[in-house]
């Protein structure tokens, strides 16, 4: 499995070669380093550890600071392991998006989503109340109607969509195009939307 480390700019779009627009999200995948390179006899398997945006030293313990050493890259703030990477590096090596991916490649995107803090069924499960679906109120819009059961079994059954917080999960999302790419500015274009917010780290593996 190939992959990459990035951070999500933003979203915009392009004209494919028919004219038509497609919303597009805008992956900086600049100063990707190998860390470290796992083995078979050292680690029972094989995998690629990718390090990305420098961090400062400060913020390191004297443990990851010795990792960082041994590749000869500075401390890095996001870090991933790609298992049978097919990229023949060695630590402290860069990794292009180019040597990755190709226009035209099916990817998956891991990121975190947006946290919306402590919302209610309206928000969190799409609840649609009054005149529209079940799970409604006819005096109150919002409201979640009716969770519990009978005197059988006398209990709320777990797992009821309920409110609560909503957001901050890890969440992968499968089958996004790369429709673009910039090599010489190391950004990756792909076709829909990416779990988080903007300046959030993302995954993308193929």
Aim: include cysteine; proline fraction near 2%; glycine fraction near 14%.
């Amino acid at each position: 499995m190939n992959g990459i480390i990035g951070r999500k700019l933003g979203m915009t779009s392009i004209y494919d070669d028919k004219g038509n627009q497609v919303a597009c999200t805008i992956i900086d995948t600049t100063s990707n380093v190998v860390t470290q390179v796992k083995s078979e006899d050292t680690d029972g398997y094989t995998a690629l550890q990718v390090g990305y945006g420098d961090k400062s030293m400060k913020r390191v313990s004297k443990a990851m600071e010795g990792h960082f050493a041994k590749s000869g890259s500075a401390p890095k703030r996001k870090i991933a392991e790609f298992r049978d990477c097919t990229l023949d590096k060695k630590a402290g090596d860069t990794i292009s998006v180019d040597e990755v991916f190709a226009e035209g490649d099916v990817v998956n995107a891991i990121g975190i989503t947006k946290g919306k803090g402590f919302q209610g069924v309206v928000k969190r499960w799409n609840f649609r109340g009054v005149g529209d679906a079940t799970h409604g109120q006819h005096n109150r819009l919002r409201a979640p109607g009716s969770v519990g059961a009978a005197s059988t079994p006398s209990k709320v059954i777990k797992g009821m969509k309920m409110a609560g917080r909503t957001g901050g999960k890890r969440i992968k999302t499968k089958n996004l195009k790369v429709v673009r790419i910039f090599a010489e500015k190391n950004l990756l274009l792909v076709k829909g939307a990416v779990p988080g917010h903007k300046g959030s780290f993302v995954i993308i593996e193929k």
